[in-house]
């Protein structure tokens, strides 16, 4: 245990020292990331799809606020589906629109949780953002989780239904019909955000209670309760759900999430201090627990000069 909490000292103080480089490599990369996996699921748009034009698009987000990069990548967006077809770019252009209006007249902060919650479906572990987001964001982190759940369906919608957007016979009606469709039966959809939802406020909740290891219990409350919830869709309104891809993506993006709790703020429970103090008008109860932390060992370099050191020698008759 010494050995982990050593390195994980050691790597929080080399990433402090060097942040002013790591906090760009780090926004370049996810943005990669998130333009190629548009360019290979929504590639309609060749212009885009460009190798310059990812590098140079990543490398203005590495310079961006994490909000800059979400409505570039909105834009970039935009740009594939119009492409696609432009009732379908109108459709999602209102969609967005609303969603931004709620995200930055509420919370500014955490639009890049959109980006990931997008980017986490399609790496398989979608349910690691609500989590995450519950553990280390504010109690209004569902809201960005859940708008980033309502743009992964519509694109998935819109990826399925592209064979009909192309067809140049359809009609302008039948365009937005079909793109209207997404929403209509998506009931997916709507068990989906309840579950994202509830599970970040869940985590949010439990996790700032003054209880032993609350942060790693509301992260398995928040998994069951996701499971929970997709169940009873399954149940009531008989949602498709594939019940393996479930089970395993949430086991994975639990353990990844306690992973991220003991990394990021493992806590000593077997050392607990309990203060009292008062003032005019209240007492105040106060529970610290320290951070396990391992202080790092101080490598001392004495150095020696031979010259020196024979210099100083004693002449001997």
Not at 1 to 16: N, S, V, Y
Not at 32 to 50: C, Q, S
Not at 163 to 178: E, N, Q, V, W
Request: proline content about 4%.
């Amino acid at each position: 245990m010494e050995t982990i909490l050593d390195l994980q000292q050691r790597c929080k103080t080399w990433f402090a020292n060097y942040e002013i480089y790591l906090l760009p490599l780090i926004k370049f990369i996810t943005m990669m990331a998130v333009l190629l996996t548009m360019n290979w699921h929504l590639g309609y748009r060749l212009a885009l799809m460009r190798w310059v034009v990812v590098i140079l698009a990543s490398l203005v987000c590495s310079l961006l606020p994490w909000s800059g990069m979400t409505a570039i990548a909105a834009l970039y967006l935009l740009g594939h589906v119009s492409a696609l077809s432009w009732e379908a770019g109108v459709v999602l252009a209102a969609v967005m629109f609303a969603a931004v209006l709620a995200q930055y007249l509420f919370l500014p902060r955490y639009s890049i949780l959109i980006v990931l919650t997008v980017l986490a479906f399609y790496f398989r572990i979608p349910y690691l953002v609500p989590l995450l987001a519950g553990l280390f964001g504010s109690g209004l982190t569902f809201l960005p989780v859940g708008i980033g759940v309502v743009i992964y369906y519509v694109c998935a919608g819109l990826e399925k239904n592209a064979m009909l957007l192309l067809d140049p016979s359809r009609s302008i009606p039948d365009s937005f019909l079909t793109v209207l469709d997404i929403f209509r039966s998506g009931r997916i959809i709507i068990v989906a955000v309840a579950a994202f939802c509830l599970c970040a406020l869940a985590v949010y909740a439990i996790s700032r209670l003054s209880a032993d290891y609350a942060r790693y219990i509301s992260v398995a409350v928040g998994a069951v309760l996701m499971l929970v919830i997709y169940l009873l869709g399954d149940a009531v309104v008989d949602v498709p759900i594939n019940y393996g891809a479930l089970i395993l993506g949430t086991v994975v993006s639990t353990l990844l999430a306690f992973l991220a709790v003991f990394w990021f703020g493992g806590l000593d429970y077997s050392r607990p201090e309990y203060l009292q103090y008062e003032d005019d008008e209240y007492v105040y109860y106060v529970k610290a627990v320290p951070k396990m932390v391992v202080e790092t060992p101080q490598r001392k370099v004495q150095a020696i000069n031979p010259k020196r050191v024979r210099e100083e020698e004693p002449m001997t008759e």
